[in-house]
């Protein structure tokens, strides 16, 4: 149980909360004309001007309660009992005020750990203060209770949910990296792997053809240029000690393989353009994993797709692949925005370019990736 608590009072608080957005202002101007219409139309509330300055007071609160929750509550909750004292337990309460709530539920989701108990502390004080002012009987104060504890219960399983979500995201980029990373090893070990076959056969021949050998030295050396490129590029990214296959992985050259009619009627067309000889093994396998992906995404998610059009493109100092089908766009983000779309949008960044999926202005989905000719991971 100490370990527990020990646990709880340091947990961090969940990184980058949400700064102020639209629906924050637009939630503050609707609370403000609310709580005023309420303290015309209710005849029974007691203190009515205090009752609605208060709440309209505490509106702005709602604006810093991501980033500043524990302030934010402390002041909202602080103010009300101050007032409930002040006036005997007279001072009534408007409906409106139950947006108070979310200042409970964003302690839970965004405060630390420390945060949250002082929080909890805080308004249980609250609570009991309005109990013994009679602010509010036992059995309000019973349904209180279950309406904050269902806040609480609230917030903590968001919570919970973004870090097991931001997890898995994590662990698909960790994923993507390896992977990238064991196809540039494979890549150098091809290299060596050559270097040391024009190695033997040079010194074989050296002694009779002297020729041979210095053509032998030539391609060691650009072979080892290449090496070289691939392992700058290599230590970049994190890998796994596993073992790997000494031959290249699939390429542009690969990408006609996923032209074709499969048993739906879908039809693949690939189209090739530029020049696209030389391409870093990197770009190459990068340009047909992001290709790969995005058909399979069409055909699993396509609704009534009859085409997809795959279009690689280069010059002289980028790839450009765009993958675009014809399906409907109902319930195509859910399926798309998943962990595949996100493992091509790391490869591509890991390669210092550029990935992004969206649906088009009339009909179906495009995935478009740019990368750099050169390679470089960042």
């Known amino acids: 149980m100490h370990g527990l608590m020990r646990s709880v009072w340091n947990e961090p608080p969940p990184p980058d909360p949400p700064a102020r957005v639209g629906r924050d202002w637009a939630l503050a101007g609707v609370l403000v004309p609310v709580a005023v219409l309420e303290g015309f139309l209710r005849p029974d509330l007691p203190w009515r001007v205090l009752a609605v300055a208060v709440t309209v007071a505490l509106v702005p609160t709602l604006l810093w309660r991501r980033t500043r929750p524990l302030p934010m509550l402390a002041i909202a909750f602080g103010v009300t009992s101050v007032v409930a004292l002040l006036t005997g337990g007279d001072a009534g309460e408007t409906y409106t005020l139950a947006y108070l709530l979310l200042l409970v539920y964003a302690l839970f989701r965004w405060g630390s750990g420390r945060a949250a108990v002082t929080g909890l502390a805080l308004t249980l004080v609250s609570l009991g203060l309005s109990i013994a002012v009679g602010r509010i009987g036992p059995a309000d104060a019973v349904g209180a209770g279950a309406v904050m504890v269902a806040a609480i219960a609230l917030g903590t399983a968001f919570r919970y949910r973004a870090r097991a979500r931001q997890r898995e995201l994590d662990q698909v980029k960790l994923l993507e990296r390896e992977q990238l990373a064991r196809d540039l090893h494979d890549t150098v070990a091809h290299h060596v792997s050559a270097m040391a076959i024009r190695a033997q056969a040079g010194l074989a021949t050296a002694a009779s053809r002297p020729d ?148 088009d202005p009339d009909r179906g989905w495009t995935v478009t990736a740019v990368l750099p000719r050169a390679g470089t991971a960042t």
């Open 212 to 359: 041979s050998a210095i053509e032998a030295l030539r391609v060691i050396e650009a072979e080892a240029a290449r090496a070289l490129t691939e392992m700058n590029a290599m230590v970049r990214v994190l890998r796994r000690n596993e073992p790997v296959d000494l031959a290249p992985g699939r390429g542009i050259g690969d990408l006609p393989r996923l032209a074709g009619r499969d048993p739906s009627g879908l039809t693949v067309d690939v189209e090739l353009s530029g020049d696209l000889d030389d391409l870093p093994p990197s770009v190459a396998a990068a340009i047909y994993r992001v290709a790969q992906e995005s058909v399979t995404n069409a055909r699993r998610h396509a609704r009534h797709a009859t085409r997809v059009e795959v279009r690689v493109a280069a010059d002289a100092t980028s790839v450009r692949l765009r993958v675009s089908d014809d399906g409907d766009d109902a319930g195509r983000q859910s399926g798309s925005s998943g962990y595949g779309l996100i493992g091509m949008i790391e490869r591509a960044v890991l390669l210092g370019g550029t990935c992004v999926a969206g649906p």
